[in-house]
């Protein structure tokens, strides 16, 4: 009997750049392996050139994990480029502020470019090169007006890389899942526009859950595998919860269980299990279809 070949997926870490105990637990995962991409907040007090030199050492030889541009466009961080609006006491909006200034249609094209392209050359001077790849801290480059900046700062200023859309694959569709499905109808448009621009995307899209005390993820983390086709991608927070991240994120703990999760013996059984397996991050830029 044939075997069927594993689909190759890429397992992306969030947030790299947020906090050094996140920033050294994701380390860790890719040292051993058990994720093949991180994307990277440089809008953050605790990315500096030492964060960015570790991260960039684990590719040194042999490449372990595509790098890419984790945009961030909310609260409690504050914009790196001068004059950008709204904000509030110099600080970017709060993501329920930054949806209402969507929906009234309140964003103005120019400083979104300029500061998600500063935030672009802020990755690139630190790590010597442009990202693999490009997304937004809570899913922020998927919204109306927003995406329109942002994709116009990818074709001009990485248009080698590959973006991430949000959009799961049909079989594994929940239609309890509110958040999920939210994403998925602003990735029809966002899908659309990339394409248009001649920018490349990830096929499917898996990882939102309900971040909660009761959370298990060792029991959620099989369900994204269900239909994620060869190249889908799957979002993850990892880390160690330390006091600057209780300063400015409430999602805490739950990165612990994740870590823990990728760190354990059961995670490669479960990949082998559902036939998938981490995809190898090769040449200058990895990923997308």
Same mark, same amino acid.
């Given at each position: ?5 594993? /689909?190759?997926? =890429?397992?992306?870490?969030? @947030? ?33 050139? @030492?964060? !960015?030199?570790?991260?960039? !050492? ?6 372990? !994990? ?11 961080? /504050? ?49 010597? /090169? ?31 890389? =590959? ?9 594994? /569709? ?9 994403? @998925? ?18 096929? !499917? ?57 990728? %760190? ?20 200058? %830029?990895?990923?997308?279809?």
């Amino acid at each position: 009997m044939m075997r069927t070949a594993p /689909r190759r997926i =890429w397992l992306c870490a969030d @947030d790299y750049g947020i906090s050094p105990g996140v920033n050294a637990g994701i380390r860790e995962l890719i040292l051993r392996g058990r994720i093949n991409a991180t994307s990277v907040m440089v809008a953050t007090p605790h990315f500096d050139s @030492d964060e !960015a030199a570790a991260l960039y !050492a684990l590719n040194s030889g042999e490449k372990r !994990a595509a790098l890419g541009l984790h945009v961030t466009l909310t609260a409690p961080f /504050r914009p790196l480029s001068a004059d950008f609006a709204p904000v509030r006491n110099g600080r970017f909006l709060p993501l329920t502020e930054m949806l209402r200034a969507v929906a009234g249609r309140r964003l103005r094209l120019e400083p979104l470019v300029i500061e998600i392209a500063t935030q672009l050359r802020k990755f690139m001077d630190a790590f010597a /090169r442009p990202p693999d790849f490009l997304d937004g801290h809570q899913h922020v480059h998927l919204f109306p007006q927003v995406r329109d900046a942002f994709l116009n700062v990818v074709a001009e200023g990485a248009p080698h890389a =590959w973006v991430r859309q949000c959009g799961r694959a049909q079989p594994g /569709r929940r239609l309890h899942d509110r958040k999920a499905l939210t994403l @998925d109808i602003l990735s029809v448009g966002f899908r659309r526009k990339a394409k248009r621009k001649g920018i490349v995307v990830n096929p !499917a899209f898996a990882g939102t859950y309900t971040f909660n005390a009761k959370a298990q993820f060792a029991r959620i983390f099989p369900r994204f595998l269900s239909g994620l086709p060869d190249g889908g991608l799957v979002m993850c927070h990892p880390g160690f919860a330390d006091n600057p991240l209780k300063a400015l994120d409430s999602l805490t703990t739950l990165r612990e269980r994740e870590f823990d999760f990728f %760190n354990s013996d059961a995670f490669p059984t479960v990949l082998a299990e559902a036939g998938v397996a981490l995809a190898r991050p090769t040449g200058e %830029n990895g990923g997308g279809s």
